[in-house]
């Protein structure tokens, strides 16, 4: 029984094109994040909803678009997709105690996206 | 600027030796997290240690946190193989409205059997 699950896991498309990953947790949780791990392995957080809600938005070029249907489901659009955008994305879970405070995250497998 | 610093950036040890990795930070927190990363796979959280505790144990692990040096050490006793991996510290800010978890430039473990 998965947790946190994306898809696709792979995703190779050329510069310019738009796409999409989508995310679903069944945890119950109440947050979910989107977080890019660039080539050297470091992790940035981009975006965090709770319970439908943006609450943080870090500095994403606006080509990067949250989507969250309902708690469960945090997906992410990204339009004219560039060389840079190349990374791994990983969604995320947490219910954070209090509401505010993140506590334990449980991560996705991961999207490897390779923009050519 | 980037919140954990991790050191060594990579370490190579014998199975059966005990690992240490350092990560440092710079403002006050919450809580510290550390996570493992195995090749092409999402980040495991190990453990959480809050501010006003000094060390937490979990099976081989030990992580310590000194908050006046701003500084935490995870340790694993009698490495194994399969803790090959990356290794990341996190931490959450001690402030107001929602908090970020900020990772670390993690450690790269290699244990070789």
């Known amino acids: 029984d998965t947790a946190v699950s994306q898809t696709p896991k792979y995703l190779v498309t050329q510069m310019g094109n738009d796409k999409s990953i989508k995310c679903e947790q069944n945890?119950?949780?109440?947050?979910m994040y989107w977080y890019k791990q660039d080539s050297k392995k470091f992790l940035k957080i981009m975006f965090s909803y709770n319970n439908k809600e943006l609450i943080i938005n870090e500095t994403v070029p606006n080509r990067f678009s949250p989507k969250s249907p309902d708690k469960a489901h945090l997906n992410l659009h990204i339009n004219s997709l560039e060389l840079g955008d190349s990374a791994v994305y990983f969604c995320a879970s947490s219910r954070p105690p209090g509401g505010r405070v993140s506590d334990t995250q449980y991560f996705g497998p991961g999207t490897r996206l390779t923009v050519l | 600027s980037q919140q954990g610093e991790e050191d060594p950036q990579a370490l190579s040890i014998q199975e059966g030796e005990n690992a240490t990795m350092n990560c440092s930070y710079k403002t006050s927190i919450n809580n510290l997290q550390w996570y493992r990363q195995n090749s092409g796979r999402g980040l495991v959280h190990l453990i959480l240690i809050r501010s006003n505790e000094r060390e937490k144990h979990s099976g081989r692990l030990r992580v310590t946190l000194d908050t006046s040096k701003k500084s935490s050490s995870l340790l694993i006793t009698a490495s194994r193989a399969a803790d090959t991996a990356s290794y990341f510290c996190?931490?959450?800010?001690?402030?107001?409205?929602?908090?970020?978890?900020?990772f670390g430039t993690g450690t790269k473990l290699q244990v070789i059997p």
């Open positions: 945890l119950g949780h109440d947050t």
């Open positions: 996190a931490t959450v800010p001690n402030s107001g409205g929602y908090q970020k978890v900020t």
